[in-house]
């Protein structure tokens, strides 16, 4: 299959990690569906293989089902840099993932699925994250 005839679904394509992701899509040729608080964000703002959604993690299954209709890939990676204040009640991203489990399931061109987790990202002092310390206590530093 090749990028033109592949789709991603993404979600967080105006942050950091995600407009990086989305620029690479585009330019290399695949066809990117996103869901975003705010459209107007969105760099590029327009391109022929790039589908707009507007919605947020606290948002409609419905919406999310509409990024993720047709998808190959799923790239996951809502959330924002660690430590600053999120504007979302505590639990708004693990109620997000479990909606979009779930509509990923009804999905069936879904091949992979791909998630960027915060919580072992280091903190801006260079300081370890709470995760990065459990996972060094689990399995020990490499």
């Known amino acids: 299959m090749s990028s033109t005839e592949t789709t991603i679904a993404l979600f967080g394509a105006t942050g950091g990690t995600g ?5 690479s899509a585009l330019e290399q040729g695949y066809r990117v569906r996103i869901m ?3 459209p107007s964000k969105v760099v590029p703002s327009e391109h022929p293989n790039l589908t707009v959604l507007e919605g947020d993690c606290t948002g ?36 997000f993932l479990r909606v979009l489990v779930g509509a990923m399931k009804e999905q069936s061109s879904i091949k992979v ?6 919580v072992l990202t280091p903190h801006p002092d260079g300081s370890q994250p709470w995760g990065m310390w459990l996972l060094d206590a689990t399995f020990g530093r490499y």
């Open 113 to 118: 699925y791909l998630h960027q987790s915060g």
């Open 19 to 23: 407009s990086e992701i989305l620029a």
């Open 60 to 95: 409609s299954l419905e919406t999310i089902r509409e990024t993720l209709q047709g998808a190959d890939y799923v790239i996951n990676v809502v959330g924002g840099p660690v430590g600053i204040p999120k504007d979302y009640p505590v639990g708004v991203y693990s109620e």
């Open 36 to 38: 975003v608080r705010t």
